[in-house]
């Protein structure tokens, strides 16, 4: 299909009062962070990928791996659409540093 940037944003909020929850919440998250996503704010992690087939690989893999509790929301944007993004309050993250497209590495 399409070989443009695409950005998956994972949005969840996960129940954290029992220490079984809390393991598990732990155990998503870093499993997140093993499959190169990259937090963006505490329950909002993002992830690029090379294209709609590479967004529907990643897709089912979090299918995989998701808490059996909790709410666990994917966005699909285009990286054009992720640029639009305004930061209202705040600063910009050291990891929100511009890419270009020199910068960026194909899988």
Not at 18 to 37: C, I, N, P, T, V
């Amino acid at each position: 299909m399409s070989s443009k940037y695409m950005r998956l944003l994972v949005m969840f909020d996960l129940p954290v009062v029992k220490a079984k929850d809390r393991r598990a919440a732990a155990k998503f998250r870093q499993y997140l962070l093993s499959e190169g996503y990259v937090m963006m704010q505490y329950s909002v992690y993002y992830r690029i990928v090379n294209g709609y087939d590479m967004s529907k690989k990643y897709e089912l893999r979090l299918d995989d791996n998701l808490p059996e509790k909790g709410s666990v929301r994917l966005l699909v944007i285009t990286e054009k659409q992720f640029d639009e993004m305004r930061l209202l309050v705040g600063d910009p993250l050291p990891n929100e540093e511009k890419l270009d497209g020199g910068q960026m590495t194909t899988f």
